[in-house]
């Protein structure tokens, strides 16, 4: 049995506003590991030696908890009959050619839908590649953050749920967004474009900005209309965001004294900026 305190929690993970977490299925919390998780609003899965997803059911407050099996994008834990949507009949035996866009309804695989959804799983699969090529360092918290949100967007996408305020590194949205466009004020370093003197690690990071974007244009061909009206401004908005956070992160690892903590940006942000020699 793993025993889960507040100081483990901080030891393992960023933490990040709305971030999810998964914990061994035999854990126990402390109360104040409890309220951590609920001040932070972070969603909890636990996860057993088979590598199954249970979430919590019934009170929190038990020394044992109960725990139900679900799926780990969607939190459910029954599969649901879908129909195709271009007849509305229920799909007995699923085609290649056709796959699920939701657990409700199965598409053709030339859907545009799909193509966001493969340039986002792309994404992620390049998140995960960083995450451990760069588990000893700096980046480590911050790339956790980053796969957590590709992750939120992804479950966004696919059950048509609003995202909540998504954080990196604890910084918002605007922050983040100040950073990247103003970094010579706040990082104490221009802005880069992408060369071979910059190093490895900004070459790799330049790898996941770059699918970033490649996720974005893919959500805008089904996200933003004709008459230029947005259909999912938060998604949009949150890959905007995961651009900028990743480009922050170039910055730094080019800048001289590396990367700094989502604290100390916070401070170069309320103080005016880094000290620049």
């Known amino acids: 049995m793993t025993f889960i305190t507040e100081d483990w929690l901080r030891d393992n993970f960023t933490l990040s506003e709305g971030s999810e977490i998964h914990l061994p299925a035999d854990s126990r919390m402390t109360p104040s590991a409890r309220e951590l998780i609920e001040g932070r609003h972070l969603q909890v899965k636990f996860q057993d030696r088979q590598g199954r997803l249970f979430v919590e059911t019934g009170s929190a407050d038990k020394a044992t908890p109960d725990l139900r099996a679900v799926h780990g994008l969607t939190s459910r834990d029954k599969a649901e009959t879908a129909g195709c949507e271009l007849c509305h009949q229920p799909v007995a035996v699923k085609p290649d050619t056709l796959t699920h866009l939701n657990a409700h309804v199965m598409v053709a695989k030339n859907d545009p839908r799909l193509a966001f959804r493969a340039a986002l799983d792309a994404t992620i699969a390049e998140a995960v590649w960083l995450q451990i090529e760069f588990a ?117 690892a080019v800048r001289e004294g590396g990367v700094m903590t989502g604290q100390a940006l916070k401070q170069a942000l309320s103080g005016g900026g880094a000290h620049v020699h």
């Open 136 to 252: 000893q360092t700096p980046l480590r918290g911050w790339l956790a953050d980053i796969r957590s949100v590709l992750g939120n967007i992804m479950r966004a996408d696919a059950l048509g749920e609003p995202m909540a305020e998504q954080r990196i590194g604890e910084l918002t949205a605007d922050e983040l967004h100040r950073l990247s466009h103003q970094p010579l004020k706040y990082l104490g370093h221009d802005h880069i474009v992408p060369d071979v003197s910059h190093g490895r690690s900004a070459a790799m990071l330049n790898l996941l900005r770059s699918k970033i974007r490649e996720a974005e244009i893919a959500a805008a061909r089904i996200y933003i209309d004709a008459g230029f009206q947005v259909t999912r401004p938060d998604i949009m908005q949150a890959l905007n965001r995961l651009s900028s956070a990743v480009y922050v992160l170039m910055v730094m």
